[in-house]
């Protein structure tokens, strides 16, 4: 992988966290108006977790092949 490549996917995945983070202390500071806020804000989570840990295994998989 290049160090441009590379260099994109760290920011990428930093972006990913600041939001999650974010998010994750609206849920705990209680910020959602209705359960149908929270249950969306949780799924918000969700997906950037996923997209998150995504991105890190194809790092590590771009990393262990080279």
């Given at each position: 992988m290049t160090p441009e490549v590379h260099a994109f996917?760290?920011?990428l995945r930093k972006a990913l966290r600041t939001y999650m983070n974010e998010m994750t202390d609206m849920v705990?500071?209680?910020?959602?108006?209705s359960f149908d806020e929270y249950q969306r804000?949780?799924?918000?989570?969700?997906?950037?977790?996923?997209?998150?840990?995504e991105?890190?295994?194809?790092l590590n998989v771009s990393d262990n092949s080279d």
């Open positions: 996917a760290e920011e705990a500071l209680g910020s959602a108006k804000t949780v799924g918000h989570i969700e997906g950037l977790a996923i997209a998150e840990r991105l890190l295994n194809l």
